[in-house]
Each structure stands twice: as structure tokens, then as C-alpha cells.
């Protein structure tokens, strides 16, 4: 049962990422081409993707989107690869929290590409309007993505218990809590405003973070269950309580699965312009998320106010950075033109 239900998940949170692809392969082809105002009277109208807004609308998430493909292509090699009697729970947690991203993702994403096209991306024959009807299901079918996120948390929690081979409760928050000790030695005044551009485009700085915010929530959900618990509430009740704590761990769980696989393939590259343009890819998709949940990491004095400010400014500048590369950054895609099936791809 499980079997059939992880491989309809990973298809879908597949199938996703693959129409965000054509997508934003429309959307940033017709920015590269269509003009719009020009600054005075008889010059050039400007590029579309020449504007700020237009990279913030379309690059981050061909960013995200190059993460969720490496995800998810790990996580369906793995799923082929675990015996069905093995391991197979861990990789139904994954699905499931993969199959989420990925799907929220598409439907964002599709939506800010058809407004990218203006009124032309309303025009059936400019096929975002299909992408969009096709894929809106998507979060919904092999399992609402609400629901997913809440296995995804329970998978994790109890994850931690079994990596002690033992229903020790106490001997997983021990362990959780010195972990988190050890980064908080890190996370010193000078660690949270720390705006040097070595440090907020370093890799390592992005795998903490993300490493951070999931033993974080893991720690707070644990301990709040168990609090409620030794209360003698009702369990159900107990998780009542904490079933926003619960999704938020599944969300952070799951986005730095994406980090980490994302951070692996890049590590296998070989060519030096391809991996150094992966890298500015991968460091605009953490800083994004980072961003996104900058009230998380206030909140726990992780980031200071100057940071976040810093990570704000550095997501604009890896904007600017790419735009250059952005075409063949969706051409890498490799959809043939005729497949993308957009007439404002084809034509003046
Ligand atoms: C086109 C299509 C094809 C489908 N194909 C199949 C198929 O082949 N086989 C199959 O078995 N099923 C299939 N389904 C069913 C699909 O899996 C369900 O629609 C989906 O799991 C959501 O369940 P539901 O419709 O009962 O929504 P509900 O469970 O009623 O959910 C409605 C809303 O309530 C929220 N909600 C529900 N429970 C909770 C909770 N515990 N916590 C927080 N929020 C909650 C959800 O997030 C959602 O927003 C298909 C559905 C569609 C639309």
C-alpha cells in the first residue's frame, strides 16, 4: 500500500516541478524579449526582465524550482532503491513533504509566470492557462497537502525516538537539546549580524540555518507534546494544540531536505561555469528561503535585524547576477520550443 502511495506522490511533486519549468521557460523567454516604458522620450523601452521587480517575480522561483528537481530526483532514486521492507516509512515522510513544496510551489509559481506575460498569458494559446487548470489539483490529490505536512511531522518525530532504539523520550530531547547548544555557541551576537558577503553566500551558513530551524522546531513540538501529556490531556487535544507547530516542522524538515540535495549535485559537477552558476542558484534559493522565514529566525535571535536586511539586499544582487544567465538557465531544461507549445515563445 505504502508502495503505491509514495509513487504517486513523487510523480506528482514530479510532474509539478516539470510544468514550473515550462512555465518560467515562457515567462523569462517573453521577458527577454518584450519591452515595456523607456526612461525618456526616444530611447529604448526597457526589457521586462531588465526590472528588479520582474527578476524578484521570476528568478527566485526558478531557483526553488532547480531545488525541488534535485530533491525530488534523489528522493525517487531512493525510493526506488529501499526495500519495501526496510526503510520504506522514511521515504513515504519524504513524499509526502516533497510532494507538498513541490505542488504549493507549482501553483505559485504558474500564477506569478501568467502574470509575468501580462494579458498575453491569459491567451489559451500561450498555454499558461492550461498549466495552471492542469496542475491546480495537484495539492490536493494523493493526499491534501495540509494533511501531508502533518505525516511528515509525526514521521520526523518519530524518526528521532527510533534513532535511539528505544522509546526513551528524555534521551531524545537530551540529545536535541545539546545539539542546539552547541550551534547557539555559534549563534553569538556577531554570528546574527555577521552581513560579511563571504559569510551570507556560504553554503555552510545555509546548511545551519535550515539544520537549525527543523532540531529547533523538532525540540519546541517534542516538548510541548510531552508537557501536555504529563498533563494528562487528552492526546488528541495535546495535538490539537500544536498542530501549526507540527506544519511548520514539516515545512522545515522538507525545505532542508531540498537544501541538502541541492547542495550534493552541485558537489558532483565538474565544469567550472556550470557549478559556479548552480552555486549562485543554490545560494539565491536558501537565501530566499531564509528570507521567507526571517519571523522564525528573529523570534529566535538566529538572525539579527541588520541581517536580514543584508540577506534582503543579497537576494537583489543574485537577481542582477543572474539575469544574465537566465535564459540558459531555463534552456537547460531542454523542452523543445514546439513542446513548450507557446505561440509569445515562437513569435514576435
Ligand atoms: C481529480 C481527482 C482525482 C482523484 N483521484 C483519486 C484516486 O485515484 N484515488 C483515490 O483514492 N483518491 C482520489 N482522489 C481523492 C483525493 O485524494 C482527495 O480529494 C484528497 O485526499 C482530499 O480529501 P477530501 O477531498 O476528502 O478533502 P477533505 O479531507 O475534506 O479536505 C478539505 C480541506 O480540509 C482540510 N483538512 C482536512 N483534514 C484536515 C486535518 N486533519 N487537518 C487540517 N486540515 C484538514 C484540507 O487541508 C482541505 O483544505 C482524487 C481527487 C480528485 C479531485
Known sequence: MLGALITGRVSVGLAGVSACKSALTIAIKYGLKRRQFAPKDGAPETILMDYPSHQQRLLP??????AYHFALQDLAKEMVNTPRDGDFRKVETKAAGLKSLATWHTTDTIQ???????????????????????TDIFTTFEGDNTVLMQLVAKGVLTEFRKSFGENNFFAVMKYLQERLSKKLIEINPSYANNTSVSHLLDPRFHAHAFRYREEKLTLSVSTRMRKYLGQ?????DAYMRCQLHMLELGAAYSERLALTSFQSAIETVEDKNVKSALEKVCQLYALTIIQQEKGFFLENEYLGVSKTKAIRRMIAKLN????????TLVDSFGIPEELLGANIILYN
Open 320 to 327: 542582477q547576477e543572474l539575469r544574465p544567465m537566465a535564459g
Open 61 to 66: 522561483r526558478l531557483a526553488k524550482t532547480y
Open 232 to 236: 494528562r490531556i487528552d492526546p488528541n
Open 112 to 134: 506569478e509566470c501568467r502574470e509575468a506575460c501580462g494579458g498575453k498569458g491569459y491567451l489559451d494559446e500561450n498555454r499558461l492557462s492550461n498549466l495552471k487548470a492542469d
